[in-house]
């Protein structure tokens, strides 16, 4: 993630060619100090140079001298290879999938970030692109990737439950209120706070049992779309409702290519937490590696799964 990428040195960089103010914002150098400051002081006070360098970090007008059609190199995303990620499949005879963006959501109708996707063969690069470019500014620190090694993990998804028929729908919706009565209930159907002298025994009664036993399950958090970074798998629509992304060149309904979250796991899907990381669910190495918030904080990106080299398309949640 956000790294030097195999960009071969006789093939130009992607460039944004877009109209749009792009000397103001926030310089990417600044943006990686202030990220390097928060994680030198992390369980300690900020230092008053740390202070002051954080003071000078903010939205300015860094390149007056970039004008608003001045073509602008993308931001380097990602890199993944075919023979890392199983369900990451592109033309045929391309293994290995370059992802740029604009870091400007001002790109559109609906004011979003440019995605450009590469595919290649990545033993054609011979020598590779060095110093790689990269826009000085971007409009939002938030559109600016951190520095990361991606480690895939193949896990099984469901299809969100609002694309579900009818009947499995209710059979779920039974199973999630049965999960509910065992745990809410003694055998005989009475409280279980009536069995304890004081309202405190029984919080502590509780705490104590809820530490012992599994956490709850449910298909929307736990079982049925992982939240995180990812290549392929279902779409959630928890936002919105359903909305079908076909391909606008032959019609064909486009999956999830790629999926961009604001982090790896939340209070309500713990269950996706790789099981080496359970101790650490508080560290935002673990929750929120890449330091990425875009549109209302997911973005998936579309490919047709007929001819990847047709366009591809965003969606948001």
């Given at each position: 993630?956000?790294?030097?990428?195999?960009?071969?040195?006789?093939?130009?960089?992607?460039?944004?060619?877009?109209?749009?103010?792009?000397?103001?914002?926030?310089?990417?150098?600044?943006?990686?100090?202030?990220?390097?400051?928060?994680?030198?002081?992390?369980?300690?006070?900020?230092?008053?140079?740390?202070?002051?360098?954080?003071?000078?970090?903010?939205?300015?007008?860094?390149?007056?001298?970039?004008?608003?059609?001045?073509?602008?190199?993308?931001?380097?995303?990602?890199?993944?290879?075919?023979?890392?990620?199983?369900?990451?499949?592109?033309?045929?005879?391309?293994?290995?999938?370059?992802?740029?963006?604009?870091?400007?959501?001002?790109?559109?109708?609906?004011?979003?970030?440019?995605?450009?996707?590469?595919?290649?063969h990545s033993a054609d690069v011979g020598a590779v692109l060095t110093?790689?470019?990269?826009?000085?500014?971007?409009?939002?620190?938030?559109?600016?990737?951190?520095?990361?090694?991606?480690?895939?993990?193949?896990?099984?998804?469901?299809?969100?439950?609002?694309?579900?028929?009818?009947?499995?729908?209710?059979?779920?919706?039974?199973?999630?209120?049965?999960?509910?009565?065992?745990?809410?209930?003694?055998?005989?159907?009475?409280?279980?706070?009536?069995?304890?002298?004081?309202?405190?025994?029984?919080?502590?009664?509780?705490?104590?049992?809820?530490?012992?036993?599994?956490?709850?399950?449910?298909?929307?958090?736990?079982?049925?779309?992982?939240?995180?970074?990812?290549?392929?798998?279902?779409?959630?629509?928890?936002?919105?409702?359903?909305?079908?992304?076909?391909?606008?060149?032959?019609?064909?309904?486009?999956?999830?290519?790629?999926?961009?979250?604001?982090?790896?796991?939340?209070?309500?899907?713990?269950?996706?937490?790789?099981?080496?990381?359970?101790?650490?669910?508080?560290?935002?190495?673990?929750?929120?590696?890449?330091?990425?918030?875009?549109?209302?904080?997911?973005?998936?990106?579309?490919?047709?799964?007929?001819?990847?080299?047709?366009?591809?398309?965003?969606?948001?949640?």
């Amino acid at each position: 993630m956000a790294g030097p990428l195999l960009w071969p040195a006789v093939e130009p960089w992607p460039v944004c060619t877009a109209v749009h103010p792009q000397g103001r914002g926030y310089l990417l150098a600044d943006v990686r100090l202030r990220r390097r400051i928060q994680e030198d002081s992390r369980g300690r006070e900020y230092t008053e140079e740390e202070l002051r360098l954080l003071d000078g970090m903010t939205r300015a007008n860094h390149v007056p001298g970039l004008r608003e059609d001045d073509p602008l190199p993308m931001l380097a995303v990602a890199q993944l290879y075919v023979r890392d990620v199983p369900d990451l499949v592109g033309p045929e005879g391309q293994d290995l999938l370059q992802v740029f963006w604009c870091p400007f959501e001002v790109h559109g109708d609906d004011r979003t970030i440019d995605v450009v996707l590469k595919w290649r063969h990545s033993a054609d690069v011979g020598a590779v692109l060095t110093p790689q470019p990269e826009p000085p500014v971007a409009g939002r620190a938030e559109c600016v990737p951190t520095m990361c090694v991606v480690h895939p993990e193949q896990v099984v998804e469901y299809e969100y439950v609002g694309l579900l028929d009818e009947a499995l729908q209710e059979e779920i919706d039974e199973w999630e209120a049965g999960l509910l009565d065992e745990e809410g209930e003694d055998e005989d159907g009475s409280s279980p706070q009536a069995d304890y002298a004081t309202y405190e025994d029984y919080v502590a009664a509780m705490a104590a049992a809820q530490a012992e036993e599994p956490e709850e399950v449910d298909y929307m958090s736990d079982l049925s779309i992982a939240p995180g970074w990812k290549v392929g798998g279902f779409a959630s629509w928890h936002l919105t409702d359903p909305a079908p992304v076909d391909c606008r060149a032959c019609g064909t309904a486009m999956p999830p290519l790629l999926t961009v979250d604001q982090w790896e796991c939340d209070s309500a899907s713990r269950s996706w937490l790789p099981v080496e990381d359970r101790d650490a669910d508080n560290d935002p190495h673990i929750i929120d590696p890449v330091g990425v918030y875009l549109g209302r904080g997911l973005m998936r990106v579309h490919t047709c799964p007929i001819d990847p080299a047709h366009p591809h398309r965003l969606s948001f949640q």
